[in-house]
């Protein structure tokens, strides 16, 4: 597709649920990335790849999240346990090849509330 | 300190206004400057990226970037209501393959009719 999709559009778990998050990237893209937007619209970096491979995990809490780009399927972001800090916006973005340092194009995100 | 900062608004002005929107970084290392735009609700909008340092131009919109000072600038000539949003600045380095993007916290602009 022409845009990055990402489903659902909201979430609602209780504390120590777990939560499945869902990002097609554009076709033809290579990279995808993982971003939690918090309030105050702090971006805050998660993991990235390069196909299905993990290019960049640093931002990642290992502990409780996790995140896989198989072939021919979704790309998909897991958080166990949620917790009341989880609470965020997720977007996931994709990046053609070679371009990833300067054209990342956003899904519409996932809106993820924990209670 | 934030590697960038942005003031975060919000910025008020009148159709026709010509607006600018800044951000300050810390990281040298920075080469790719990204702006986005972002609606209520919804994801950022590429807008333009820039380079190491000058300027590009995109219909009504410019963006400059001064690496000597860490400054880089939005510039949206002829403002619309329709140029309501969340402006987002964003950068990222180049080095051992590292492509993140770091935020600005956003500005939010409303143009009023």
């Known amino acids: 597709g022409e845009e990055v999709a990402q489903t659902p559009k909201h979430l609602v778990r209780g504390e120590g649920q777990k939560a499945k998050l869902y990002c097609a990237p554009i076709k033809g893209h290579s990279y995808v990335f993982w971003y939690q937007q918090v309030l105050k619209n702090e971006f805050k970096f998660l993991i990235s790849f390069q196909n299905e491979n993990v290019f960049d995990e640093t931002g990642m809490p290992k502990e409780r999240f996790s995140a896989k780009c198989l072939p021919n399927s979704p790309c998909s972001l897991e958080i166990q346990a949620t917790k009341l800090e989880d609470s965020a916006v997720y977007f996931c973005?994709?990046?053609?090849?070679?371009?990833?340092?300067?054209?990342?194009?956003f899904g519409p995100g996932t809106r993820l509330t924990v209670t | 300190q934030k590697e960038v900062e942005q003031d975060p608004g919000p910025l008020s002005v009148p159709e026709g206004a010509i607006v600018s929107l800044n951000c300050t970084y810390s990281?040298?290392?920075?080469?790719?400057f990204m702006w986005y735009r972002q609606y209520s609700r919804k994801g950022p909008e590429l807008l333009m990226y820039t380079y190491s340092s000058g300027n590009k131009e995109d219909g009504r919109f410019t963006a400059q970037v001064d690496k000597s000072s860490k400054y880089i600038s939005l510039f949206i000539r002829d403002s619309q209501p329709s140029d309501s949003a969340t402006y987002l600045c964003a950068m990222s380095a180049r080095s051992g393959g590292y492509n993140k993007l770091i935020f600005g916290a956003g500005t939010r602009l409303a143009v009023h009719p």
């Open positions: 973005a994709s990046s053609p090849p070679g371009r990833a340092d300067y054209e990342q194009y």
């Open positions: 990281n040298s290392a920075f080469q790719y």
